[in-house]
Each structure stands twice: as structure tokens, then as C-alpha cells.
């Protein structure tokens, strides 16, 4: 179990922990165990079978000892550190197997051989088989129990994961010292070196990409966390907190110079207590922060609604001590609570005008039980009439599964849900009110936010308002799609349809409609104002015949919906199509930058492509290793 729980916990800064990772790392050490139990019960039949204990033993713990040293440069190979998240998710899950096989199978099979050579041995002894296999199964598991125990609430949180894997090691090394009396002196010099191992300064475990510096990295109890400085070429410096995986994600940000976060959604979570017709003044409002993290929506509000306070959830206080320590400036008051979000929701005592939600558990994978029915419902009755329920819910389009389920979810609670899109971003800021549905059009007489922002500030916050108050904007969220219940989650499988069975559309959009070109494209342009990149396509497509001007829009909305194949397509027929300079100079510098984004795509499938050729080479070298030892230990019988 040390070795099982610790391997997820090496494999986070580069896989992530997601329940892929963790169904990769049981499934390959159960079958490791199971192949072990294999080959020790073919070495129980040998004459010699006492001192293959002890091998065993020190085989294993050789293999536990030496995967924090090999898997710094096994998870970069298997996963380069600069591919967009929303397209390296088939190479991650991949990649995990991949990395789970390559670093623990081995040792694993040598642990799996133990149970039955050691009840073959104790039987040889004169004890009887039921009562041999009984204490060899309680040993092991009560040693599990502790492991499980002391890796998660000490080791890790102490040592880290690197050294309980080289400590675990020595371990195994000592105990194959006193199994093999005749060896003893020269096991227990390994075990020493192993131990000494456990000592050394492994350095991050993760290295920073370049142009960031690592200001902290952490193992908490729960997760990897990295907090790190991104040097800009132009524009303020950024500090990131980075957890597991990473990859081109954060969890809470800082803009040097700024009270807002660049635009990110955190700014616009900011909207949410100017949406209702509550009376209370936005700067007197009671808040609620489930996913807090290090703390950039306090942050945001402390500036822009000054007065109000914020009630902090988060179920890693170190998180939180992060945010102190690397995110400064005011923060708004109010409670912390380190805690599951949805404890302190049901248990808590109180109401708020507004509760953001933003608990992501892996990046892009919401929390199940913190988007169900039913934690809805407890939302709802914590909120004081005419309060907004904000949520981030990460999603790649307008019909993105996971942003349709969540958004009926919430509507089936509410009666109404709405979503509006981040610009240039994954997210969209979903938001319910107890009571009347939102209404946009507030936002036009929002004056009397911001004061403390200074001037580049107000005038950006004044145009998210701007943006966001067209109605247009927002999608209608109803409750026809599929509801979430806490006996029935089904977001695993509807973040799977999101990110790694999505298919890229390639080709450009057909031109076969009965419109005149102008028409269509006047069409297109005004869906492409609000944002509504399907409506775009739509447009194009009622178009009797193709032109640039078609072709550019019909290339942005792909874009804009990370369909960047069929951007590419769109935009190569619009340059064929260009007629003056200008036209063909707009079409060549979206070509170019458009390139940038393709390539790290293609780059990402080429290491789906290639770790899957490896979970099928890596498969077929365990089962040859398995094979011949097999054949070997039959080669001399007992």
C-alpha cells in the first residue's frame, strides 16, 4: 500500500492524480501481484525455495529504491510539460500506465511472490496449510494498514514521496537481511545505502517551464502543489498556483501591479453579486468561497466590492498558507475554513448572498458530490432570497457535455441557469439566483464598484460589465439534459466524451445555402459579437457560395471552439479567396498564430499516438518477463 499510494503521489506532477492515474496505478500493480503470485508459487516448488525469500525481498526493494531516481525523466519522455491541457488528456492517461508499468511492476511481482513461498516455507516447517495461509495473509495485511496509514498522514506529508519510496525500499532490504542469515552483513549495507537514499536532495519534481521560477513546492497530505513566477516578455509578471499536472492551467493567480487577475475567470466571478435585484449593497454582502484555493477571488472582491466578506472554503489548508505567503496584497475578510466544501456548506449555520463554486479536483474534473442534485439543493437553502450561485465549470464549447449537465443540474434546482463564456478561456461562469433569473442588463448601471481599483483597473473591470451586460451573451441552461445525483455520477464518463473522445472536425464549413454571401456574413458577424460560435458556422453555412470574408469568420469561430484542424482549413480557403493585400496579410498572421496552437495539438496526439504503441510494447515485455520466470523456476522442481 506504501508503494500504491506513494506511486500516485511520484506520478501527480506529471499525470495528475485523476481516477485514470489511480485506475492505472491498482490495475498494474494487481496484476503485478497477481503475476508475482504466479511465479512464487512455481519457486515454492524448488529445493531451494528458502533463499529465494530473501531475493525477493531485496529485488523489490531495489525497485522501490530507484523509481523516485528514474521517474524524473520518465514522466517528462512520456508527457512534455507544454501541451495544452484540453488535448493532452488521452497521452496523460496513457502515459500513467505507461510510467505505473515501467517503474513499479517489477518490484511489485517480486512482493507478489512472497505470500505463497512464505506458506510454502512455513508449511515445510510442520505448520499446518490453513494456518500458514491465514498468517501469511493477515502479516501482510496489517503491514498494508499501517502503510496506508503512515504514508498518507506522516510520510508524504513529512518526507515526501521520493524519500518514503527509498525508506520503503530500505525496509524491504532489512527484512531480506534477517531472511537470509548467510547474507546478512552485505543486505544490511544495502539497506543502509538505501536508507541514506532517503536523505539525499532529490530537487523539484517538477521543473519549472522556461521563463517561470519556482518560488515553493509543497506535498500536502492530498496533493502536489507548486507555486511559481512567470516572467513576462511584455506585460506584468504572474504568480501561479500550480497543482499536480499543471500543464498550461492554474488554480489561483496574481498580476504584479494589478487587483484583478488578467482577465481570468476569477474577475468575472466578480459579476455575480451585481446580477439579482437583492437591495443589499454589494459591498455589505455575505460570500461564500468553495474551491478558494490560495485566494484570488478575495483578492478580486477585497478591490472590487470593498466591505463585503468572504467566508473561505478549501480542503487543503495548504492551499491557503500558500496564498499568505506567495499571493500578497488585501484580501477580503471573512471566515477559512479548511474543509471539504460540501461539509461546510450542509453544516454550516448561515446564509450568503452570493456562493462561488470553483472545487476542481483535477484540473479540468469537477468534484462529483460537489455538482449533484442534491449539493445544489444545500446551495439553495443557504442562500438568502434573491442570492447567486456562481459556478466555474470548465468546458471546451456552448454544448459541451460536462457544461450541460451541471447547467441542467443547477436549473432543475434553481428553475433556470445560465452561462456566459469566458473570452479566450475554458471556462464559463454558470449562475443561478434564488428567486428571479439573472439579469445581464444590471450590469449597465454597475457604477459604484471598484473602489478601490485604480485606473487601468476600473476601466478593464468596466468592460467585462460591458461585455457581459448584452444578453446575447448568456446560454440558456435548462433541465432537459441529465441530472447529476449523488448515487449517480456520471462525470467521469461526460469529462471522457469532453477530453478524450472528442474528435477534431477537419474540413471547411459547405457553402450551400440559398443566401447572398453579404447576408450570410453579416449574420455570421453578429452571432461572432456574442460569442456564439456555433451561430457562426450556422450562418456561414446558409451562404449560396464561399467567400474570404465567410471563410475568416467561419475560421474564427472554429478556433475559438478548439477545432483547430478545421481553423486551418478555413483560413488556407480564405487566403485562396483573398483578393486585396490587406486580406491576405490578415489570413497569413492568423495562419501564423493559429500555428502555434496546431502544433502543440499535434504535438500532444503524437504522444497519445506514441504512448499507446508503449502500453501495448509494455504489456508484451511484462509478459515475456513473466514467461521466463515462469521457465525458470520450473527448471528445478522440489
Request: proline content about 5%.
Amino acid at each position: 500500500m506504501v508503494a500504491e499510494l506513494a506511486a500516485v503521489r511520484l506520478q501527480a506532477p506529471h499525470f495528475g492524480d485523476s481516477a485514470y492515474v489511480w485506475t492505472n496505478v491498482i490495475g498494474v500493480m494487481l496484476g503485478a501481484l497477481a503475476a508475482g503470485a504466479v511465479v512464487g508459487g512455481r519457486l515454492a516448488r524448488r529445493a531451494d525455495a528458502a533463499r529465494w525469500a530473501a531475493g525477493l525481498l531485496a529485488a523489490a526493494g531495489l525497485g522501490l529504491g530507484a523509481a523516485p531516481f528514474v521517474s524524473g525523466w520518465i514522466g517528462p519522455w512520456l508527457l512534455p510539460a507544454d501541451l495544452p491541457l484540453d488535448a493532452a488528456m488521452p497521452a496523460m492517461v496513457r502515459g500513467s500506465f505507461v510510467a505505473t508499468a515501467l517503474l513499479f511492476a517489477l518490484p511489485l511481482v517480486a512482493l507478489g511472490g512472497l505470500g505463497p513461498l512464505l506458506v510454502a516455507l512455513l508449511v515445510r516447517a510442520g505448520e499446518p496449510v490453513g494456518r500458514s495461509a491465514g498468517l501469511v495473509s493477515a502479516s501482510g495485511t496489517i503491514g498494508s494498514l499501517f502503510g496506508t496509514f503512515a504514508c498518507t498522514h506522516w510520510l508524504v506529508p513529512m518526507f515526501g514521496c521520493r524519500a518514503t519510496l527509498v525508506a520503503a525500499g530500505a525496509l524491504l532490504w532489512l527484512a531480506a537481511a534477517l531472511a537470509a542469515p548467510g547474507r546478512r552483513s552485505r543486505l544490511l549495507a544495502g539497506a543502509l545505502l538505501l536508507g541514506g537514499g532517503a536523505a539525499l536532495p532529490f530537487g523539484p519534481m517538477r521543473a519549472p517551464l522556461a521563463g517561470r521560477e519556482l518560488l515553493a513546492e509543497v506535498e500536502s497530505r492530498q496533493q502536489f502543489l507548486q507555486v511559481v513566477r512567470e516572467r513576462a516578455e511584455t506585460g506584468p509578471d504572474r504568480t501561479l498556483l500550480l497543482l499536480n499536472e499543471g500543464l498550461d492551467s492554474f488554480h489561483s493567480v496574481s498580476v504584479a501591479g494589478s487587483a484583478l487577475t488578467g482577465g481570468a475567470y476569477y474577475d468575472w466571478h466578480a459579476l455575480a453579486p451585481l446580477l439579482a435585484a437583492w437591495p443589499a449593497d454589494p459591498g455589505q454582502a455575505r460570500v461564500l468561497s468553495i474551491g478558494d484555493a490560495a485566494g484570488s477571488l478575495r483578492t478580486v472582491y477585497a478591490a472590487v466590492h470593498p466591505g463585503a466578506s468572504v467566508d473561505a472554503v478549501d480542503s487543503d489548508a495548504v492551499t491557503m498558507a500558500l496564498g499568505d505567503r506567495w499571493f500578497p496584497g488585501p484580501k477580503a475578510n471573512g471566515a477559512r475554513w479548511p474543509i471539504d466544501g460540501r461539509v461546510a456548506l450542509e453544516r454550516a449555520d448561515r446564509r450568503w448572498h452570493v456562493i462561488h463554486v470553483d472545487a476542481y479536483a483535477h484540473q479540468v474534473y469537477v468534484p462529483a458530490h460537489l455538482a449533484s442534485r442534491e449539493f445544489f439543493a444545500a446551495a439553495h437553502a443557504h442562500l438568502e432570497p434573491g442570492g447567486v450561485l456562481a459556478c466555474n465549470v470548465g468546458g471546451l464549447r456552448h454544448d459541451d457535455p460536462v457544461l450541460a449537465a451541471i447547467g441542467s443540474t443547477i436549473a432543475a434546482v434553481f428553475g433556470h441557469a445560465r452561462a456566459l463564456q469566458v473570452p479566450r478561456s475554458r471556462n464559463f461562469l454558470v449562475v443561478a439566483v434564488r428567486g428571479e433569473p439573472p439579469d445581464p442588463t444590471r450590469l449597465r448601471l454597475a457604477r459604484g464598484a471598484g473602489a478601490r481599483l485604480d485606473r487601468a483597473d476600473a476601466e478593464a473591470f468596466a468592460g467585462l460589465c460591458a461585455h457581459a451586460s448584452e444578453p446575447e451573451r448568456w446560454r440558456e441552461l435548462t433541465a432537459t439534459g441529465p441530472i447529476l445525483w449523488d448515487d449517480r455520477p456520471q462525470l467521469d464518463a461526460l469529462f471522457h466524451a469532453s477530453y478524450v473522445a472528442r474528435r477534431a472536425a477537419q474540413g471547411v464549413v459547405a457553402c450551400a445555402g440559398s443566401l447572398p454571401p453579404d447576408a450570410a456574413a453579416a449574420a455570421a458577424q453578429r452571432a461572432a459579437q456574442f460569442g456564439d460560435w456555433p451561430g457562426v458556422l450556422a450562418a456561414v453555412a446558409t451562404s449560396r457560395t464561399a467567400t474570404a470574408r465567410l471563410r475568416g469568420l467561419a475560421g474564427d469561430a472554429q478556433w475559438s471552439l478548439r477545432q483547430l484542424a478545421a481553423a486551418a482549413d478555413e483560413y488556407a480557403a480564405g487566403l485562396l479567396l483573398a483578393t486585396a493585400d490587406a486580406e491576405r496579410q490578415s489570413f497569413q498572421a492568423r495562419q501564423s498564430l493559429l500555428g502555434e496552437d496546431l502544433a502543440a495539438e499535434v504535438r500532444a496526439a503524437a504522444a497519445a499516438s506514441r504512448n499507446g504503441w508503449l502500453v501495448c510494447a509494455t504489456c508484451g515485455l511484462l509478459i515475456a518477463c513473466l514467461w521466463w520466470a515462469c521457465r525458470s523456476a520450473d527448471s528445478a522442481t522440489a
